[in-house]
């Protein structure tokens, strides 16, 4: 499966990504930059919130496809760039309350100096929202095939951001009951990518299962939200 094929299985998961969303909106701004837009999962909920986003992504093809879907939206801006090596010239200048990074990080493999990037285009008392893949010893054949570096420690996160100047405002885990699927498939299968029907079974249980879990806490998740402000 491409990640084209990939991402469109992600977005038929309307379920889950609204729930994940809800996760991110409290910590989002009306300038927002979105890294990693992929064909555009999350990108029309950003605009549906924001009053202007701009979205980068290093794959030609998907900036292709976000142009052509939301040619008709004029608070979007849409830029082919790298962040994970330096500050693109199409945003030299450019200052956000808010930068959106949903599993993108574990695929650049200088996470510091973009995270140090990150730091400089926020304002003083911007958001940095991280959503990222947890525990290390999670890291399989799912990883690997997707272009993964790495998965996150909690700890380990927070410090990263801590070193680069960020003051940890929120963190927390979810899709406890991922972390089984993920095992089976990746560890124990060595499936190199998650079937899609298990994925549309798993996306009309989203719902309650977020539920339960914003009742309980979960004590353990499959991914980590965590978001730093900047500060002054």
């Given at each position: 499966m491409t990640t084209r094929l990939r991402l469109e299985t992600l977005s038929e998961a309307t379920n889950f990504n609204h729930e994940v969303f809800r996760k991110i909106e409290?910590?989002?701004?009306?300038?927002?930059?979105?890294?990693?837009?992929?064909?555009?999962?999350?990108?029309?909920?950003?605009?549906?919130h924001a009053d202007r986003v701009v979205g980068v992504d290093v794959v030609p093809?998907?900036?292709?496809?976000?142009?052509?879907?939301f040619a008709h939206r004029a608070n979007l801006e849409l830029h082919l760039a790298d962040v994970g090596r330096a500050i693109p010239s199409a945003l030299a200048g450019h200052r956000f309350d808010a930068?959106?990074?949903?599993?993108?990080?574990?695929?650049?493999?200088?996470?510091?100096?973009?995270?140090?990037?990150?730091?400089?285009?926020?304002?003083?008392?911007?958001r940095?929202?991280?959503?990222?893949?947890?525990?290390?010893?999670?890291?399989?054949?799912?990883?690997?095939?997707?272009?993964?570096?790495?998965?996150?420690?909690?700890?380990?996160?927070?410090?990263?951001?801590?070193?680069?100047?960020?003051?940890?405002?929120?963190?927390s885990?979810?899709?406890?009951?991922?972390?089984?699927?993920?095992?089976?498939?990746?560890?124990?299968?060595r499936r190199r990518e998650l079937p899609a029907g298990q994925m549309q079974l798993f996306d009309g249980f989203a719902a309650r299962l977020f539920w339960l879990e914003a009742l309980i806490g979960p004590p353990v998740g499959l991914s980590l939200l965590m978001v730093g402000r900047r500060g002054a």
């Open positions: 409290p910590f989002l701004g009306r300038r927002v930059l979105e890294v990693g837009t992929g064909i555009g999962n999350f990108t029309a909920k950003l605009l549906a093809e998907f900036v292709d496809v976000c142009r052509e879907k930068i959106v990074c949903m599993n993108v990080l574990e695929h650049i493999e200088d996470d510091e100096r973009t995270l140090q990037t990150f730091w400089t285009l926020l304002e003083p008392g911007g940095l929202v991280l959503v990222v893949p947890q525990y290390r010893w999670l890291y399989n054949a799912l990883d690997a095939n997707d272009g993964h570096f790495r998965r996150y420690r909690r700890a380990e996160l927070a410090r990263r951001l801590e070193q680069t100047g960020f003051e940890i405002e929120h963190a885990r979810f899709n406890a009951a991922g972390i089984l699927g993920w095992f089976v498939n990746g560890t124990m299968l």
